[in-house]
């Protein structure tokens, strides 16, 4: 059985209506437990104190948002190669909950910065690269506004889309190719004098399933809503011709 057969609208939607909420549920749980773990039942860091626990937001959003821009690479590139009509719109849909993401990065970041650093902002080279995605997000969601031929919007956004993937590789991999920045290194690593304490590294890792499900569902129906919408207009276009 091909996964080709669910860029199919019809396939699609019946599937997804079928696992929406299975997941809804399992994103629903997976972050009430984390944050109630991880900002009431673990202790202070010893060096940032009650700050550390920032990262029970940050890191999930963080990596979502960064995660979210390369499945839209994915995304697009089927859709310029194959002209599947779901793939776009799963892309669009993707970049509304990227851009949130996104931005809760940043604003949790800076709400972690600011005792660490000193400063809310620093023009470190991943809070830089971070914001330019940022920006390339609410681009590329006006350029689909601004657009009224949806596949010209489709193409376009999709070119967009291949532009910014290099700046969600430098939010990424900034620490690591400017080792000169502010920013911590990854708190999830192989490197156990990178890793976080494991007291804290269970919560958090709950805490990016949570993230990550609640993604994918927010995602899902916001496909099934862009194919539903595409669908009145041509009903509504039909109607009128």
Same mark, same amino acid.
């Given at each position: 059985?091909?996964?080709?057969?669910?860029?199919?609208?019809?396939?699609?939607?019946?599937?997804?209506?079928?696992?929406?909420?299975?997941?809804?549920?399992?994103?629903?749980?997976?972050?009430?437990?984390?944050?109630?773990?991880?900002?009431?039942?673990?202790?202070?860091?010893?060096?940032?104190?009650?700050?550390?626990?920032?990262?029970?937001?940050?890191?999930?959003?963080?990596?979502?948002?960064?995660?979210?821009?390369?499945?839209?690479?994915?995304?697009?590139?089927?859709?310029?190669?194959?002209?599947?009509?779901?793939?776009?719109?799963?892309?669009?849909?993707?970049?509304?909950?990227?851009?949130?993401?996104?931005?809760?990065?940043?604003?949790?970041?800076?709400?972690?910065?600011?005792?660490?650093?000193?400063?809310?902002?620093?023009?470190?080279?991943?809070?830089?690269?971070?914001?330019?995605?940022?920006?390339? +997000?609410?681009?590329?969601?006006?350029?689909?506004?601004?657009?009224?031929?949806?596949?010209?919007?489709?193409?376009?956004?999709?070119?967009?889309?291949?532009?910014?993937?290099?700046?969600?590789?430098?939010?990424?991999?900034?620490?690591?190719?400017?080792?000169?920045?502010?920013?911590?290194?990854?708190?999830?690593?192989?490197?156990?004098?990178?890793?976080?304490?494991?007291?804290? +590294?269970?919560?958090?890792?709950?805490?990016?399933?949570?993230?990550?499900?609640?993604?994918?569902?927010?995602?899902?129906?916001?496909?099934?809503?862009?194919?539903?919408?595409?669908?009145?207009?041509?009903?509504?276009?039909?109607?009128?011709?």
């Amino acid at each position: 059985m091909s996964l080709w057969q669910y860029a199919n609208p019809v396939k699609f939607l019946h599937l997804s209506g079928k696992i929406v909420p299975t997941l809804a549920v399992l994103s629903a749980l997976s972050l009430v437990i984390s944050l109630y773990w991880g900002f009431f039942l673990t202790p202070d860091d010893y060096k940032q104190g009650a700050t550390v626990k920032i990262i029970y937001i940050h890191v999930p959003s963080a990596l979502v948002a960064i995660n979210a821009w390369f499945m839209m690479l994915v995304t697009s590139l089927i859709w310029l190669v194959r002209r599947h009509h779901v793939s776009v719109l799963a892309s669009k849909a993707a970049s509304y909950v990227g851009v949130v993401m996104t931005l809760v990065a940043l604003i949790t970041g800076a709400f972690w910065g600011q005792p660490m650093w000193g400063t809310w902002w620093a023009w470190d080279p991943r809070l830089t690269s971070f914001l330019i995605l940022f920006l390339f +997000y609410l681009g590329y969601i006006a350029l689909w506004a601004g657009i009224d031929d949806p596949d010209t919007a489709a193409d376009l956004t999709s070119v967009l889309c291949i532009v910014g993937s290099v700046f969600a590789v430098l939010s990424r991999y900034a620490v690591n190719f400017w080792n000169q920045g502010l920013h911590q290194g990854a708190s999830l690593s192989l490197d156990k004098e990178e890793h976080v304490s494991d007291v804290f +590294y269970f919560p958090l890792l709950l805490a990016i399933a949570g993230f990550v499900l609640l993604f994918i569902v927010l995602t899902l129906v916001g496909t099934r809503t862009e194919i539903r919408q595409r669908r009145a207009r041509a009903l509504l276009a039909r109607s009128k011709g």
